[in-house]
């Protein structure tokens, strides 16, 4: 069992930069890939961005790419999400989710866990 918290959430200026957090806990002795998604209001959830177990592998979608980071400290059990140049396209619910094994990909199907989510508000 995988318990994640997103934090990090809020209401931001265009071109403004945010930092999400995923704090994890429980299956910690094992390394797993973790990733983050979005929703926005209306529309399915999207892929966003992926790290592996080792933090050695990461992948972005294209819409992302150039502007938002993934990176993990596994000794805080934390997966990070460095957005920056944001515009009100971003505007979203953010999740982080753990997939079961040490690399996943960019379905939804491919991860196990999810948190609640956190709202990220971009304003122009």
């Known amino acids: 069992q995988v318990h994640l918290v997103e934090s990090g959430g809020g209401l931001v200026q265009t071109g403004g930069s945010l930092r999400l957090s995923c704090a994890t806990s429980?299956?910690?002795?094992?390394?797993?890939?973790v990733g983050w998604f979005r929703q926005a209001a209306g529309k399915e959830r999207e892929f966003v961005a992926t790290?592996?177990?080792?933090?050695?592998?990461?992948y972005g979608a294209d819409s992302v790419k150039g502007r938002f980071t993934i990176s993990r400290d596994d000794a805080k059990n934390t997966v990070f999400l460095q957005m920056n140049s944001l515009s009100a396209e971003d505007t979203a619910v953010y999740y982080c989710?753990?997939?079961?094994?040490?690399?996943?990909?960019?379905?939804?199907?491919?991860?196990?866990?999810w948190g609640q989510g956190t709202q990220v508000t971009v304003s122009s």
């Open positions: 989710a753990a997939s079961l094994y040490i690399t996943s990909g960019t379905m939804e199907k491919d991860y196990f866990y």
């Open positions: 429980g299956r910690t002795s094992s390394r797993y890939a």
């Open positions: 790290i592996s177990g080792t933090g050695r592998q990461t």
